[in-house]
């Protein structure tokens, strides 16, 4: 429920109970005193019966009148407001664990609300400044805050789908993933109006669409790491959002940082969200990232690299990072060896059928997923671990200590063997029917980054994307008192201390995986203006059939990823030569060269 309130108006169906409650004029509004011990529990009695109790409020009103107004230096009707809310929803909640959206009323209100910055202006300006706002307010635990994504109000920059889409690729990543808008932009106050801003990313071009729904459905994948990363903010007092420079302290790059975007995610993952526009001739956006040191491993001696979620690429930290985006890629960074929790990607609504593993697409955020996919972003790391934390998701249990916490591990045994295992559950809880977690599930295995491996030991089965390059290893059941082991190996030359894919040499070139989106990308530039102009692009035909190939046959080899960098060198001179036949259009050209350079 979003509660503008001020006053309780004779409209209200259940005004005249509250009138008579507080012996106030039944034809006149009643003015809200949150002060008021009688008028607050005729209010809420008054509410209840409307609402039949409440799960989540959102007090979009941040001065709820109180005659203790006048307490100097304070913002006590927030923070009455807040409480009062706050507790009340709990009270009535059959499960015990609500969510109020409120204000800010001071330092010790962040224990009941979770936070919003009010109606945002739509600009860069805004979405520039949001990422450094968060994780500042993480500084006194206020981690829960949230924003409106895309912006609320319009200054300027109309209904921006560029700015929007980069809005929620950092709303994946944030306390809460939240579109929010006026409807009417700008000066167009009053109906009919032809302006409007709008959210329903189905309603976009494919263009926005596409990050979008990418945005959005990476948010309900990672929730599993989220959900273990707030626990650990309620167990261990550590921000689940906060500045690089809590992570590393007295890291140069790590404090420059703190003026950026760049901001920690959990433990694990470092996002700089991109906050500018891009180019108008490239379609790219330029941005630079400052990359913290990270330890050096004890095994090897040598310093452990950042990998790029999307891209693949691994890069050295101490250093500013000059890179370039395309609308669908972001900037997230992984500490080598770390395992991150997630679930599969939601394809149906809560209320629909479907299968058991995967997720729901709304409502489902309280849920455990049905099997847990450990993305192992191995880098130049020769051992990894990653955790998860779980309960039921929305009674007061973990409280208690009704919760279980499960580790993934994996060992580089050798130069081509690996150990993945997962250990035995800790701790138990109950579900809502009273049944006891965890209990045995599927658990998959997903090697980022690597080459084909296959299993010697174990029982698990293994698939290759050779489009993304990354293995999966699934165990079909692991019993909670038991936990697993799997061990894979790679042919000579292949595995991922020697190739040359992330772990032989971090390196600034871009990664196989985002060069590999951004071929398809320019093929369908192209085979679009070859359908309009019956021109043949099959310099591009063949840098998609190659790994097609790939992944037919579950081969890949460091060979064929050398052959396929060729090909891309061989379709850019093709296409962008002065005297080629067939040219595509003068952008395509300046975009072919700046996207595949």
Known sequence: MDVHQSATAPVNSRFAELADALGANASEPVPLEIGDKDYMEAWFKMIDAQVGGRNYWWLDSPHAPSALDDRPGAHPNAELWNRLQFWGAVNESKVGRPTVMGPWGGLGTHRYPFGHSGDTITSWQTLQFLPRYSATASNVLFSYISHDLGGHRDYGDGDNQELYTRSAQY????????????????????????????????????????????????????????????????????????????????DASAEAAANTSAYMYGSSILVAPVTTPRDAATNLTAHTILLPTLPKETASDHAVAWVERGSGRCLLGGRAVPSTYTLDEAAEFVRAGSIIPMSATPSKPRDACGGAETPHVLGGAADVPPVVHWHVFLGNASTGSGLLIEDDGRSTGYLRGEYSTITANYTLENEVTMLLSVGRAAGTYRDLSGELKPSARAMVFELHNVLAPKVLSGDAEVAWDARTLTASVRIAAVGPALGASVRIAWAAGDGPRSNALCGAMPTERPGFVALHARVLAIKKMIDWEAFLKTRPSMAMNELVATTIRMERDHAGSQAELAGFGKKVEAAVRLHTAGNATGQPSAKLQRIMKAWLR
Not at 207 to 233: D, G, H, I, K, V
């Open 171 to 250: 709303g994946a990543f944030s306390a809460q993933l939240r579109p929010h808008a006026a409807k009417v932009i700008g000066a167009c106050e009053r109906e009919p109006c032809d302006i409007h801003f709008d959210r329903r990313i189905w309603e976009l071009p494919s263009e926005f669409f596409a990050p979008l729904r990418e945005a959005m459905q990476l948010r309900a994948r990672l929730l599993p790491y989220s959900y273990t990363a707030a626990m650990r903010m309620y167990l261990e007092d550590v921000p689940f959002i906060r500045h690089v420079y809590v992570d590393f302290p007295g």
